[in-house]
């Protein structure tokens, strides 16, 4: 599993977790249904930007992202 695949992985559990809809998560997020399913589907590489939005939206600790993030695939 890619970097970007558990990043995604990661996005999708906690947003189940936290009971939101794709579609809502996206909307609090800034940005569009289709970008976030990207993501959790492991199909884009977010820009910082959209990670640091997603995080601080659905409440992932930053250093829990390191293991995601932090190297190249």
Not at 6 to 29: D, H, P, T
Request: some cysteine; glycine content about 8%; overall charge negative.
């Amino acid at each position: 599993m890619t970097k970007t695949q558990q990043f995604g992985r990661m996005v999708r559990e906690r947003r189940n977790a936290l009971g939101l809809s794709i579609e809502k998560a996206a909307e609090l997020c800034g940005m569009s249904y289709k970008g976030l399913e990207e993501i959790e589907l492991g199909d884009s590489n977010p820009k910082l930007s959209s990670i640091l939005s997603i995080s601080a939206v659905l409440g992932i600790n930053l250093e829990n992202l390191n293991s995601c993030v932090s190297s190249p695939d």
